[in-house]
C-alpha cells in the first residue's frame, strides 16, 4: 500500500483519472505502513476508500453499454 499501489495511484491521478482504493485488497509490510498508505492515498490524491465487496457490487450493478 505504502510503495507499489502509492506510486501506481500517482500515475493515474496525473494522467486524469480517480483513484479507488479497496483497502482490504491491499497490503503492506505492516498495519502501520498500511494504514499510513491510506491515508496518503486519499490525502494526496483524493482517493475514495472503500471494499472489494463494495467495488464489486457497484460494477455488479453498473449497465455495460
Excluded: P, Q
Aim: aromatic residues 10%.
Amino acid at each position: 500500500t505504502h510503495m507499489c499501489c502509492r506510486h501506481t495511484a500517482a500515475d493515474a491521478f496525473m494522467r486524469g483519472f480517480r483513484v479507488i482504493a479497496a483497502e482490504d485488497c491491499l497490503n503492506a509490510f505492516t498495519e502501520a505502513d498500511h494504514s499510513a498508505g491510506m491515508g496518503y492515498l486519499k490525502a494526496v490524491y483524493a482517493a475514495r476508500i472503500t471494499t472489494g465487496t463494495a467495488l464489486a457490487a457497484e460494477w455488479e450493478n453498473t449497465k455495460h453499454v
